[in-house]
Every structure is written in structure tokens, then in C-alpha cells.
């Protein structure tokens, strides 16, 4: 089943500049995708389009069927996103707090809530840290809270902008092991980033993207050969010509 | 980073944690109007009864009284001020200057008010989630039809969110700044600008961020709030907080100014 359907949307910002170009894709649920591309070449400005919080000028994003420019509030409780910037996705007084934050603003019950948020702390690990205040936690634990506060809504689909920034070798193994549990346990994963060294062993498709444009859509194996001609560098092992092991091992 | 402002929340359970923020800022309200007007037997009092408190839960005043470092230092310019700028009998004579027994007595006294009322709302914020702090602002304003309570008591929480951050930016542009030699200008305006200037920029660069997520995680006005509800605690602790009011007023009133 494609759980999102992207047909030939493009979005131009408010001083002229075009950010997307006709994107066409489709993504089936329980895929694992990559986009990759030089800075500035509209990775954000896409993944702003699944949930609604930028809409296109032409075209349309269809979530599981429907649009979502019809019920933005679906689509940003199916689509959850982890944005580049943990600091400024910190919401709550506490780690509770944080995480609760997004299940209240889903009207739910008061035991529902409770039960999400421990839900999504036991998911992350982060079950022990629930009275610790967020800003000391470290930026590993601080990225998997931001997974939790998405996870609590209950996402099928979750989207990371640039994961593994301002992570060192722990935390980035960390929040990549977060990853690849979330997509054992059914999730539709897109990550996007230009660092394809740390995730491309564990994704099944791979997308370049270049002046808002997706210019290579395949299986990462065909394609990360001619990734450099946009600004990506290719990973050391494709490069000697060696299968690419994942970082976990 | 956070260790920057005392002012946040500490996580426990003590009797203060327990009680109804409603009740907690109406004892904030009462202790402060009333230790603004107390004098110096009264503040005895009111400094007891507030360190009892500190002490039944176990707040870790040390490591406080270091984090206010800041405020002592207010507090001493706040005290020269008042012992150099008040006229009276004097007390003490320097270059022309004279240090006056009013003006002592007078600073000694704005200080000690001041002192007591931070340790009140920092024993306050401490012990409160902000969450709750929200609710309580809302169900105040809700008897009023023309104040949007909710959005009052949001972007109340949005302030307090940010104080934080903006402390912690402050420093690493001011700390960028000096790498670079900026502390050879000796103009102290063109280094306020220099300061001020990226920082209000980056602020806003991350209120907007805290924008754009919070509108990802669905936000709205309508949604699941804490409940408040008062206990019998809540109200014999009211009784209390008022009786000591009354007994502060008191002792003011039967003339013992001293
Ligand atoms: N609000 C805006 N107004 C005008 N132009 C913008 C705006 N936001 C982004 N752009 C421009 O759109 C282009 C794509 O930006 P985008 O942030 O999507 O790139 P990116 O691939 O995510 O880059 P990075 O790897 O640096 O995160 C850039 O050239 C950027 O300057
Ligand atoms: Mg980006």
C-alpha cells in the first residue's frame, strides 16, 4: 500500500525563490528512504510538505489516500517529524511534559496520554530521565526524547531531518539503532541527510535531490556510485568497491 | 545551560510539590504584599517561617544561595544606593560622601524585603511544573470574558521556556565574541549593540523554530489541561498563610518598628 503519495507538487517562497520543483514519488508503507543532497538543495522544504507545514503551489500530498491540505491535523498525527534542531523541538518543563505535549494536543483521555508518554520513554529508553529537565540532557538522549514526543502520537510514518547532526560516534549509534527499531517494528522511515555513510546500509531506497529537483530515485546499490556528481560523498567501502557494512556492527 | 537560572522546576514530592498551584499563588500574592510593608520585626518572622519551609522540603539551599550570586551583587548596588542617596544623621564620612543611620537602616531594609520575596517565587517555580502554573493562570482569567485566557496562560509558559535559552545564547555569543577580542573596545554601547543586535536575532530564529515544531505536533488551544483540584491540605495551608499575614501586620502595627 502507498502510504504517501506525492503527485507533482512544487512550492516557491514568498521572495521569489523555488524551493521544490515537481516532485513526483510514491512511498509504500514500511519503506525505508534516504534523501540525500548538498545543502540548500530543498530536502526540509519537501519533508515540510507530508505534514502540512508548508503547502505546495501546484500539486498535492496524499497521506494513506487523503489529501492533506483536507485534515492538516491528520496528517501531522500519521506523519511525525524529528526536526535538525533538538533544542528548539523542546517544548516541556520535564521530559514528561515534552512528551505528553503532543498527545494533549490530541484531546485525548488523561490515561491515555499518561499511557503514551510511558509508552514512548520505554521505547527510547529514556524511562528513567522522566522528571530530568530536557535541556541537560545530552544531544543522543535529547534527539530520542524528540523521537519520543513524535512516537506518543502514534506516527506511521516518521521523518528525520539530519539525525545524526551534532552527534558523536555513541549518539549517533544510538539514535540509529532508534531508527532501525522503529522500522522493525513497522514505521515508515525518511531520512534525510547528506552524510550517506552512517544510514545507507539500512535503507532500501535512496533518493537524490538537487536545485529542488529528485534527479536519482532507486536501490541505494545502483545508484551511490554516481552520488558525488551532486554534491554527496559516496561512502568509503562503495568507493574500494566493498559491500557497505552497517554502523552497528 | 539550565543550571544558568535557578528559576526551574525541581522534581519531588514534597508537601509544597503537593499543593494546589491555585492556593500557591494567592500565598505568593498575600507573602509578598505583606513583606513589602514589613519592618524589621516582622521580616524575623516572615525569614523564619520561610526557612522552615525550606528546610520541610529539603530544598538545596547551598547550591541556591550560589546560583543567586548574581542577585547578591544586585542587592549590594541596591544597598549603596540607598545608604549613600538617603539624608539623615551621618553615620560615616568619606571623600565628601556621607553614609548616613537612615540610609543604612533604610537599605538594610529594601534589601531584606527584596531577599524574602525571591526566595518566595523561587520557592514557588521550583516546586511548581509549569504546566500546572498554565492551568492555574487560565482557570484565574476564565471569569473574565474579553482576556483569551488560554492564550494568555500559553504564551505566559512560552516566556518562561525561553528565559533559558536566551541566558544560554547570551553567553555563547558573548563568550564568540570575546574569543575575538572584543573586550579591546572600551566603548560599552558599541559592545551592548554588538551583543544585543544577534542575539535578539537568534532568539527569534529559535522561537520560530519552537513555532514550526509545536504546529508539527499538532497545536492547539483546545487541549487536555491539568486538572485542579484543592485538598483539605490546600485550605488549612491557606488558613496558615493568611494567619501569618495578619501576624506581620500586626506586630507592624503595635509599634515595634525596630
Ligand atoms: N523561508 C524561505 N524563504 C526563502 N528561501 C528559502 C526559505 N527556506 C529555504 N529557502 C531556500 O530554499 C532552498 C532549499 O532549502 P532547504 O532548507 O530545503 O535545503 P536543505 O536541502 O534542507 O539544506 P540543508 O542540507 O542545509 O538542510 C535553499 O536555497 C534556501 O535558501
Ligand atoms: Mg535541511
Not at chain 1, 498525527?77 to 512528551?99: C, L, P
Not at chain 2, 473574565?144 to 488560554?150: A, D, L
Not at chain 2, 494567619?243 to 515595634?256: H, K, P, Q, T, W
Request: hydrophobic share 50%; with cysteine; net charge neutral.
Amino acid at each position: 500500500m502507498n502510504i504517501l503519495e506525492i503527485e507533482n507538487i512544487s512550492h516557491r517562497f514568498s521572495d521569489g525563490a523555488l524551493g521544490i520543483d515537481r516532485i513526483n514519488l510514491t512511498i509504500r508503507e514500511g519503506e525505508f528512504v534516504v534523501i540525500a543532497g548538498r545543502n540548500g538543495s530543498g530536502k526540509t522544504t519537501f519533508l515540510r510538505h507530508l505534514n502540512g507545514l508548508l503547502l505546495p503551489d501546484t500539486g498535492m500530498v496524499r497521506i494513506a489516500g487523503v489529501p492533506v491540505s483536507e485534515n492538516i491535523v491528520r496528517a501531522r498525527q500519521i506523519v511525525g517529524m524529528v526536526f535538525q534542531d533538538s533544542d528548539s523541538q523542546i517544548v516541556g518543563e520535564t521530559v514528561y511534559d515534552d512528551v505528553a505535549f503532543g498527545p494533549e494536543n490530541l484531546c485525548l483521555d488523561k490515561s491515555e496520554v499518561k499511557r503514551r508518554v510511558s509508552e514512548a520513554l520505554r521505547a527510547v529508553n529514556l524511562e528513567a530521565f522522566a522528571d530530568q529537565r530536557p535541556y541537560l540532557l545530552s544531544g543522543g538522549e535529547k534527539r530520542r526524547l524528540a523521537v519520543a514526543g513524535i512516537l506518543a502520537m502514534k506516527p506511521r510514518v516518521i521523518v528525520f531531518d539530519e539525525p545524526f547532526s551534532n552527534l558523536d560516534y555513541p549518539g549517533t549509534k544510538q539514535v540509529l539503532n532508534q531508527v532501525l527499531s522503529l522500522h522493525n517494528a513497522g514505521h515508515t522511515i525518511l531520512v534525510a541527510t547528506h552524510d550517506l555513510e552512517k544510514v545507507i546500509a539500512l535503507a532500501d531506497r535512496l533518493l537524490i535531490m538537487e536545485d529542488g529537483r529528485v534527479v536519482m530515485d532507486g536501490l541505494p546499490e545502483d545508484i551511490i556510485m554516481k552520488v558525488e556528481a551532486f554534491g554527496v560523498r559516496e561512502p568509503c567501502a562503495s568507493r574500494l568497491g566493498m559491500k557497505i557494512d552497517s554502523w552497528l556492527n | 545551560m539550565a543550571e544558568l537560572t535557578p528559576f526551574s522546576y525541581r522534581p519531588g514530592a514534597s508537601v509544597l510539590h503537593q499543593q494546589d498551584v491555585r492556593f500557591k499563588l494567592v500565598f505568593i500574592a498575600v507573602i509578598s504584599l505583606a513583606g513589602m510593608k514589613a519592618y524589621f520585626m516582622s521580616l524575623s518572622v516572615l525569614s523564619f517561617a520561610l526557612f522552615s519551609a525550606i528546610l520541610i522540603i529539603h530544598f538545596p539551599l547551598k547550591s541556591i544561595l550560589k546560583e543567586l550570586r548574581y542577585f547578591f551583587i544586585f542587592l549590594i548596588f541596591v544597598f549603596a544606593a540607598r545608604a549613600l542617596c538617603t539624608s539623615g544623621t551621618p553615620l560615616i564620612e568619606f571623600m565628601g560622601i556621607d553614609i548616613t543611620r537612615e540610609g543604612m537602616y533604610d537599605g538594610i531594609l529594601v534589601c531584606w524585603r527584596l531577599l524574602l520575596i525571591v526566595l518566595v517565587g523561587l520557592l514557588f517555580v521550583s516546586t511548581t511544573r509549569l504546566s500546572e502554573i498554565r492551568a492555574a493562570v487560565e482557570w484565574f482569567l476564565s471569569p473574565f470574558p474579553f482576556i483569551p485566557g488560554k492564550r494568555v496562560a500559553t504564551m505566559m509558559s512560552l516566556i518562561i521556556r525561553f528565559i533559558p535559552v536566551i541566558f544560554e545564547q547570551a553567553k555563547e555569543t558573548s563568550d564568540a565574541q570575546r574569543a575575538r577580542g572584543v573586550e579591546n573596545r572600551k566603548n560599552p554601547v558599541y559592545r551592548l549593540m554588538k551583543l544585543a543586535v544577534p542575539l535578539v536575532r537568534r532568539t527569534f530564529e529559535s522561537a520560530d523554530k519552537l513555532a514550526v515544531a509545536m504546529e508539527a505536533r499538532c497545536y492547539t488551544e483546545k487541549r487536555v489541561n491539568i486538572e485542579l483540584y484543592a485538598t483539605r491540605n490546600d485550605w488549612i495551608a491557606l488558613f496558615l498563610v493568611l494567619c501569618l499575614c495578619v501576624l506581620l501586620s500586626a506586630i507592624d502595627m503595635f509599634g515595634c518598628l525596630y
